[in-house]
C-alpha cells in the first residue's frame, strides 16, 4: 500500500515537473508566443463597486472580445492611485498585467514629486475614457444658475465647496474655476463623492464638485441642481450646461476632461503594445462598450500613445501646474516633475 | 403604493425560485465569508459582481445584500471559537465570546449571536420600511462638526471598555489616536508617518490590525503553554441558550437592535462602531459588570445583535438617498448602476420591485441564516476539540491569507504580523486592545470632522455649541465623563483615605 503511494506520489511530482520545466525551456529557448496565449490581468486604482471599478468592468469585456482571452478585472486600491502605478511598474513587462490609471497618478502625482518609483517605468497604450465633472449644488439653496452664485459669492466671500480629496483632479477643477471666476470659496475636503454629496444635500456646503453620475440621480429626483461643468462645449451628457469657455469666453484656457488612460509597465515589447493599443480602440467603438459608458455618463475620447504624450500629459499638467501651487503644494519643474516619455 | 401592498409584492419577487436562490447563494456565501478572518464580503461581493451582469436587477442585489448581512451572522463564530474577529464588527464579541467558549459555553455564545443576529436584522428591515425617508432626512443633518461631537461622545466610552485598568485604557486609547495618523492627511494631501511606502498613504488597515492584535497574537500566547493542553476543563454542554441566558440577553438584543439601526444609518457610523457602543452601554446598565470581560452574555447579545442591525440601518441612505454610507453599499451601488438602476429618492417609484424585492429578501435571507447557522453550532464547538497543535497553525494560515486576500499586497501580512507581535507585548503587560481598537477606528473621523469643521466656520470653535446636534452630543459626553470620573474617585477614595 505505501509502495502504491509512494509511486503514484512521484508520478505525481514528475508530472509537474515536467509541465513547468517545459514552459520554462521554452522560454529560455526564446520561443515566441503569439500575443496574447493566455489570460490577462486588468486592474483598477479604486474599490470594488466605485465608478473608475465599473469602468474597468466594461472595458474588460470589450477586450476579451477582441483579444479573444480571458481578462481579469482586479482592484488595486490606495495611495491615490499610487499603489497601483508602483505594482505595474513592478509587473512583468509582457504585456499580460495592465492596468487603468487616470490622470492623478500620470500627471497631478509626478508634477507633486512623488512619482519617483514609477515616473519612468510605465507606458500609456492610449487615453480611452472622459468623465464629466460638474458642480451642483442642493435645490433648497437660492441659485438657479451659475451666474446667480458667481453673483453671490462675489458679495459674500467665503462660501464653502465640497471636493472629493485634496490635490485630485476635482479639486484642481474647483480651484481653478474658483480662480478665473473671482468666486473667493474655501474648499472643505472630503473623501470621494458619496461624502461631497451627503454634506452638500445636508447644506453643510454651499456647492459641491464631483463627478456627473451622483448629482445628475439626485438632479432627476429634484433634490440637486447642476449649476457647471467641466467639458468643452458640446462634449459631456448635458451640453446646455455652461463650461469654461461657454462662460468665460473662448480666449480662457480650457482644462481638458479628467481622463482614464491604458497603461503597461514601461519596457513592454512595441508589438504588444501596438496589439492592446488596436484592441483597445476598437473596444473604443464598440457599440456595447459606449452604451455601457452612458449608464456611467462617461465617454469615450480614444487617443493613441503618441498623441497622449504629446497634445494630453503635457497640456494638462501646464494648465495643473499654477492651480497645485495656488492651494500651497509644491511643485516640481521641468522633466522631473513629468511621465516619462512627455516631450 | 401603500406599505404592506409594496411588502406582499416583495415576497412575490423573492418567493421565485430564481430569486430564493439567489438569497442562499447569497447569505451562504456570506455566511461563509464571516467565518473565514479577513476575507471580508467587499471581496467576496468583487468577486461575484461580474456573475450579476447576465441577471435581472433584483436577482443581483439580493445575492450581494445576503452577502453583506450573511457576513456579519458568520463574523461572530470565530471571535466565540478561536478569539480572532472573523470580521471587523465582531471584534467586541471576541472579548466576552471567547470568554464563554473558554467556560465551555461556546453553543449558548454561538446561539445567542445567532438570535441576536436575527432579530436585530428583523428589526432593522421593518424599521427600514416604515422610518426610511424621515431617518434619511436625520442622517443628512450630521455635518462635520456633528460627527466630531458624536465620536467625541462614543471615545468616552472607551473608559467603560476596559476589563481593569482606566488608565491603561486611556493609553491604549492615545496609542490607537496616534496610530489612526498614519496616512495621507486628507486635509492637506501630505503624507504622515508613512516614511515614504505607499502602501502606508491609505493608513494602516484595520483588518490586518484588528486580526494581528486578536489573532495573531493569541497563537503566539498560545504557542507558550504545552502542547497537550486540555483546551477546556469543563466539558461543552447545553449547546443552546437557556432560559437565563434569555434573560438576561432579552434587554441588550432590545436595546442593540435600537441602537445599532440608528447608528448604521450614518456614514462612518456602521457596524464596528455600534458593536462597541452596544457593549458599553450593556456594561453601564448591567448590575453585574465586573462580570464584563469574563463571559457575560450580554458582551455578546448586545454587540451580535447591534452589528446586524447596523446591516440593515446602513441600507437607509443607499436606497433612500443613492448615497452608499460604506464600501460594502458602493459595491452594490455599482452593481445598481451596472443594471441601468439608479438608487436614490425615485427607486421606490421607478423599481418598486427591487426596492421591495431587497427587503423582502432580508426577510427571507434573516430566516434562511438562522436556519443554516443554529444546526452548524454543534459542528462548530467541535473545532474547539481540535489539538493546539493542528488548531493554532491553522488559525495563522487562515489569517494569513485573509490579510493578503484583503486588497493582494503583502504589506497587509506584514503589518498583521508586526501588530500580532505588539498585541503579544500587550497581553503581557496586562494592557487590552479593545480600547486601542474604538480609538484607532474613531480617531480619523473625529479628527477630519474637527478640521471640516473648522475650514467650515473659518477658524471658529462656537461650530460646535452653536448647532444643536453637536452641543447636544458634546454635552452628553462631557456628563458622561464627568460622571465617570466620579465615580472612579468613590471607588477609590476609600482605598486613598486607608
Given at each position: 500500500m505505501r509502495k502504491r503511494i509512494s509511486v503514484i506520489f512521484c508520478l505525481v511530482v514528475s508530472l509537474f515537473t515536467f509541465v513547468t520545466l517545459d514552459s520554462s525551456i521554452d522560454k529560455a529557448l526564446g520561443a515566441e508566443e503569439k500575443y496574447p496565449s493566455r489570460s490577462i490581468d486588468m486592474f483598477c486604482a479604486y474599490v470594488p463597486g466605485g465608478y473608475a471599478d465599473l469602468i474597468n468592468r466594461f472595458f474588460v469585456k470589450g477586450l476579451e472580445k477582441y483579444l479573444k482571452v480571458l481578462v481579469i478585472p482586479g482592484n488595486k486600491p490606495g495611495g491615490g492611485e499610487v499603489v497601483a502605478a508602483i505594482e505595474l511598474a513592478n509587473s512583468k513587462p509582457d504585456g499580460y498585467t495592465v492596468a487603468f490609471l487616470a490622470d492623478?497618478?500620470?500627471?497631478i502625482t509626478p508634477l507633486l514629486g512623488k512619482a519617483e518609483e514609477y515616473r519612468d517605468k510605465l507606458r500609456i497604450v492610449a487615453k480611452l475614457i472622459c468623465t464629466t465633472q460638474v458642480m451642483a449644488v442642493s435645490t433648497e439653496s437660492p441659485w438657479k444658475t451659475f451666474q446667480e452664485f458667481m453673483d453671490y459669492a462675489h458679495k459674500n466671500p467665503g462660501l464653502t465647496y465640497g471636493h472629493g480629496g485634496v490635490a485630485t483632479a476635482m479639486h484642481i477643477r474647483a480651484e481653478y474655476l474658483n480662480k478665473i471666476g473671482n468666486l473667493k470659496m474655501r474648499g472643505v475636503p472630503f473623501k470621494g463623492d458619496p461624502e461631497v454629496t451627503q454634506a452638500v444635500l445636508g447644506k453643510h456646503v454651499s456647492a459641491g464638485f464631483f463627478s456627473y453620475q451622483a448629482p445628475k440621480r439626485l438632479a432627476d429626483a429634484g433634490k440637486m441642481r447642476i449649476?457647471?461643468?467641466?467639458?468643452?462645449?458640446?462634449?459631456?451628457?448635458?451640453?446646455?450646461l455652461p463650461t469654461i469657455t461657454s462662460f468665460f469666453g473662448k480666449d480662457t484656457p480650457d482644462i481638458l476632461p479628467p481622463s482614464i488612460y491604458v497603461v503597461v509597465p514601461g519596457k513592454t515589447p512595441e508589438n504588444i503594445i501596438k496589439v492592446l493599443e488596436g484592441a483597445t480602440e476598437k473596444v473604443s467603438q464598440d457599440p456595447e462598450f459606449v452604451n455601457n459608458l452612458k449608464t456611467l455618463y462617461a465617454q469615450v475620447c480614444f487617443t493613441d500613445s503618441k498623441t497622449v504624450y504629446r497634445d494630453v500629459l503635457l497640456k494638462q499638467g501646464s494648465i495643473y501646474k499654477p492651480i497645485l501651487q495656488s492651494v500651497g503644494l509644491k511643485v516640481v519643474e521641468g522633466k522631473e516633475g513629468m511621465m516619462a516619455g512627455v516631450q | 403604493m401603500d406599505l404592506f401592498g409594496g411588502l406582499l409584492s416583495g415576497f412575490q419577487v423573492v418567493l421565485q425560485p430564481a430569486n430564493f436562490l439567489y438569497c442562499f447563494v447569497g447569505v451562504f456565501i456570506g455566511t461563509l465569508i464571516g467565518v473565514l478572518p479577513g476575507i471580508g464580503p467587499i471581496g467576496a461581493m468583487s468577486i461575484l459582481l461580474p456573475t450579476t451582469f447576465g441577471v435581472s436587477p433584483v436577482s443581483a442585489i439580493i445575492m450581494l445584500a445576503g452577502i453583506y448581512y450573511g457576513a456579519m451572522y458568520g463574523g461572530s463564530t470565530t471571535s466565540i471559537l478561536v478569539n480572532i474577529p472573523g470580521e471587523s464588527a465582531s471584534v467586541v464579541t471576541c472579548l466576552d465570546g471567547y470568554q464563554m467558549a473558554r467556560s465551555g459555553r461556546a453553543g449558548p455564545a454561538l446561539g445567542i449571536s445567532a438570535f441576536g443576529s436575527f432579530i436585530g436584522g428583523t428589526f432593522s428591515i421593518i424599521a427600514l420600511m416604515f422610518v426610511a425617508n424621515p431617518l434619511a432626512s436625520v442622517a443628512l443633518k450630521f455635518g462635520p462638526p456633528e460627527y466630531f461631537s458624536l465620536m467625541c461622545l462614543c471615545l468616552t466610552i472607551l473608559i467603560y471598555l476596559?476589563?481593569?485598568s482606566v488608565i491603561k485604557a486611556v493609553i491604549m486609547g492615545l496609542f490607537g489616536l496616534l496610530l489612526s495618523t498614519v496616512g495621507l492627511d486628507l486635509t492637506t494631501g501630505k503624507p504622515r508617518?508613512?516614511?515614504?511606502?505607499a502602501t502606508l498613504f491609505d493608513g494602516i488597515g484595520i483588518v490586518p490590525l484588528v486580526m494581528g492584535l486578536f489573532g495573531i497574537s493569541e497563537v503566539l500566547t498560545n504557542i507558550e503553554g504545552p502542547l497537550e493542553r486540555i483546551i477546556f476543563k469543563s466539558s461543552i454542554k447545553n449547546i443552546l441558550p437557556n432560559l437565563d441566558d434569555w434573560k438576561r440577553s432579552a434587554g441588550p438584543i432590545t436595546r442593540g437592535s435600537v441602537l445599532g439601526f440608528l447608528l448604521g444609518i450614518l456614514p462612518g457610523g456602521g457596524s464596528i462602531t455600534s458593536s462597541f457602543v452596544s457593549y458599553t452601554v450593556e456594561k453601564k446598565v448591567s448590575k453585574h459588570p465586573e462580570e464584563f470581560g469574563k463571559g457575560a452574555i450580554e458582551g455578546v447579545a448586545g454587540p451580535e445583535t447591534t452589528n446586524n442591525a447596523a446591516a440593515g440601518g446602513a441600507f437607509v441612505p443607499l436606497l433612500v438617498l443613492g448615497i452608499p454610507p460604506n464600501a460594502v453599499m458602493a459595491v452594490l451601488l455599482g452593481a445598481l448602476i451596472i443594471q441601468g438602476v439608479a438608487p436614490g429618492p425615485t427607486l421606490i417609484n421607478d423599481h418598486p420591485d427591487i426596492f421591495w424585492g431587497v427587503i423582502a429578501s432580508m426577510y427571507v435571507g434573516n430566516i434562511m441564516l438562522l436556519v443554516l447557522n443554529l444546526p452548524l453550532i454543534g459542528m462548530w464547538i467541535k473545532?474547539?476539540?481540535?489539538p493546539y497543535g493542528i488548531l493554532m497553525p491553522l488559525i495563522l494560515l487562515f489569517c494569513l491569507i485573509g490579510a493578503y486576500s484583503l486588497n493582494n499586497n503583502i504589506y497587509d501580512v506584514v503589518i498583521m504580523v508586526i501588530f500580532g507581535i505588539v498585541g503579544y507585548i500587550l497581553r503581557k503587560f496586562e494592557y487590552e486592545e479593545a480600547p486601542l481598537v474604538l480609538a484607532f477606528i474613531l480617531g480619523p473621523i473625529m479628527e477630519t470632522a474637527f478640521r471640516r469643521s473648522l475650514i467650515m466656520s473659518n477658524g471658529k470653535f462656537s461650530i460646535f455649541w452653536t448647532r444643536p446636534i453637536s452641543a447636544a452630543c458634546l454635552i452628553i459626553a462631557v456628563l458622561l465623563f464627568i460622571s465617570t470620573g466620579l465615580s472612579i474617585y468613590r471607588k477609590t477614595k476609600p482605598k486613598m483615605t486607608e
Amino acid at each position: 500500500m505505501r509502495k502504491r503511494i509512494s509511486v503514484i506520489f512521484c508520478l505525481v511530482v514528475s508530472l509537474f515537473t515536467f509541465v513547468t520545466l517545459d514552459s520554462s525551456i521554452d522560454k529560455a529557448l526564446g520561443a515566441e508566443e503569439k500575443y496574447p496565449s493566455r489570460s490577462i490581468d486588468m486592474f483598477c486604482a479604486y474599490v470594488p463597486g466605485g465608478y473608475a471599478d465599473l469602468i474597468n468592468r466594461f472595458f474588460v469585456k470589450g477586450l476579451e472580445k477582441y483579444l479573444k482571452v480571458l481578462v481579469i478585472p482586479g482592484n488595486k486600491p490606495g495611495g491615490g492611485e499610487v499603489v497601483a502605478a508602483i505594482e505595474l511598474a513592478n509587473s512583468k513587462p509582457d504585456g499580460y498585467t495592465v492596468a487603468f490609471l487616470a490622470d492623478g497618478p500620470l500627471i497631478i502625482t509626478p508634477l507633486l514629486g512623488k512619482a519617483e518609483e514609477y515616473r519612468d517605468k510605465l507606458r500609456i497604450v492610449a487615453k480611452l475614457i472622459c468623465t464629466t465633472q460638474v458642480m451642483a449644488v442642493s435645490t433648497e439653496s437660492p441659485w438657479k444658475t451659475f451666474q446667480e452664485f458667481m453673483d453671490y459669492a462675489h458679495k459674500n466671500p467665503g462660501l464653502t465647496y465640497g471636493h472629493g480629496g485634496v490635490a485630485t483632479a476635482m479639486h484642481i477643477r474647483a480651484e481653478y474655476l474658483n480662480k478665473i471666476g473671482n468666486l473667493k470659496m474655501r474648499g472643505v475636503p472630503f473623501k470621494g463623492d458619496p461624502e461631497v454629496t451627503q454634506a452638500v444635500l445636508g447644506k453643510h456646503v454651499s456647492a459641491g464638485f464631483f463627478s456627473y453620475q451622483a448629482p445628475k440621480r439626485l438632479a432627476d429626483a429634484g433634490k440637486m441642481r447642476i449649476l457647471f461643468s467641466f467639458t468643452p462645449p458640446g462634449f459631456g451628457p448635458d451640453p446646455t450646461l455652461p463650461t469654461i469657455t461657454s462662460f468665460f469666453g473662448k480666449d480662457t484656457p480650457d482644462i481638458l476632461p479628467p481622463s482614464i488612460y491604458v497603461v503597461v509597465p514601461g519596457k513592454t515589447p512595441e508589438n504588444i503594445i501596438k496589439v492592446l493599443e488596436g484592441a483597445t480602440e476598437k473596444v473604443s467603438q464598440d457599440p456595447e462598450f459606449v452604451n455601457n459608458l452612458k449608464t456611467l455618463y462617461a465617454q469615450v475620447c480614444f487617443t493613441d500613445s503618441k498623441t497622449v504624450y504629446r497634445d494630453v500629459l503635457l497640456k494638462q499638467g501646464s494648465i495643473y501646474k499654477p492651480i497645485l501651487q495656488s492651494v500651497g503644494l509644491k511643485v516640481v519643474e521641468g522633466k522631473e516633475g513629468m511621465m516619462a516619455g512627455v516631450q | 403604493m401603500d406599505l404592506f401592498g409594496g411588502l406582499l409584492s416583495g415576497f412575490q419577487v423573492v418567493l421565485q425560485p430564481a430569486n430564493f436562490l439567489y438569497c442562499f447563494v447569497g447569505v451562504f456565501i456570506g455566511t461563509l465569508i464571516g467565518v473565514l478572518p479577513g476575507i471580508g464580503p467587499i471581496g467576496a461581493m468583487s468577486i461575484l459582481l461580474p456573475t450579476t451582469f447576465g441577471v435581472s436587477p433584483v436577482s443581483a442585489i439580493i445575492m450581494l445584500a445576503g452577502i453583506y448581512y450573511g457576513a456579519m451572522y458568520g463574523g461572530s463564530t470565530t471571535s466565540i471559537l478561536v478569539n480572532i474577529p472573523g470580521e471587523s464588527a465582531s471584534v467586541v464579541t471576541c472579548l466576552d465570546g471567547y470568554q464563554m467558549a473558554r467556560s465551555g459555553r461556546a453553543g449558548p455564545a454561538l446561539g445567542i449571536s445567532a438570535f441576536g443576529s436575527f432579530i436585530g436584522g428583523t428589526f432593522s428591515i421593518i424599521a427600514l420600511m416604515f422610518v426610511a425617508n424621515p431617518l434619511a432626512s436625520v442622517a443628512l443633518k450630521f455635518g462635520p462638526p456633528e460627527y466630531f461631537s458624536l465620536m467625541c461622545l462614543c471615545l468616552t466610552i472607551l473608559i467603560y471598555l476596559a476589563k481593569g485598568s482606566v488608565i491603561k485604557a486611556v493609553i491604549m486609547g492615545l496609542f490607537g489616536l496616534l496610530l489612526s495618523t498614519v496616512g495621507l492627511d486628507l486635509t492637506t494631501g501630505k503624507p504622515r508617518f508613512a516614511f515614504s511606502a505607499a502602501t502606508l498613504f491609505d493608513g494602516i488597515g484595520i483588518v490586518p490590525l484588528v486580526m494581528g492584535l486578536f489573532g495573531i497574537s493569541e497563537v503566539l500566547t498560545n504557542i507558550e503553554g504545552p502542547l497537550e493542553r486540555i483546551i477546556f476543563k469543563s466539558s461543552i454542554k447545553n449547546i443552546l441558550p437557556n432560559l437565563d441566558d434569555w434573560k438576561r440577553s432579552a434587554g441588550p438584543i432590545t436595546r442593540g437592535s435600537v441602537l445599532g439601526f440608528l447608528l448604521g444609518i450614518l456614514p462612518g457610523g456602521g457596524s464596528i462602531t455600534s458593536s462597541f457602543v452596544s457593549y458599553t452601554v450593556e456594561k453601564k446598565v448591567s448590575k453585574h459588570p465586573e462580570e464584563f470581560g469574563k463571559g457575560a452574555i450580554e458582551g455578546v447579545a448586545g454587540p451580535e445583535t447591534t452589528n446586524n442591525a447596523a446591516a440593515g440601518g446602513a441600507f437607509v441612505p443607499l436606497l433612500v438617498l443613492g448615497i452608499p454610507p460604506n464600501a460594502v453599499m458602493a459595491v452594490l451601488l455599482g452593481a445598481l448602476i451596472i443594471q441601468g438602476v439608479a438608487p436614490g429618492p425615485t427607486l421606490i417609484n421607478d423599481h418598486p420591485d427591487i426596492f421591495w424585492g431587497v427587503i423582502a429578501s432580508m426577510y427571507v435571507g434573516n430566516i434562511m441564516l438562522l436556519v443554516l447557522n443554529l444546526p452548524l453550532i454543534g459542528m462548530w464547538i467541535k473545532v474547539l476539540k481540535v489539538p493546539y497543535g493542528i488548531l493554532m497553525p491553522l488559525i495563522l494560515l487562515f489569517c494569513l491569507i485573509g490579510a493578503y486576500s484583503l486588497n493582494n499586497n503583502i504589506y497587509d501580512v506584514v503589518i498583521m504580523v508586526i501588530f500580532g507581535i505588539v498585541g503579544y507585548i500587550l497581553r503581557k503587560f496586562e494592557y487590552e486592545e479593545a480600547p486601542l481598537v474604538l480609538a484607532f477606528i474613531l480617531g480619523p473621523i473625529m479628527e477630519t470632522a474637527f478640521r471640516r469643521s473648522l475650514i467650515m466656520s473659518n477658524g471658529k470653535f462656537s461650530i460646535f455649541w452653536t448647532r444643536p446636534i453637536s452641543a447636544a452630543c458634546l454635552i452628553i459626553a462631557v456628563l458622561l465623563f464627568i460622571s465617570t470620573g466620579l465615580s472612579i474617585y468613590r471607588k477609590t477614595k476609600p482605598k486613598m483615605t486607608e
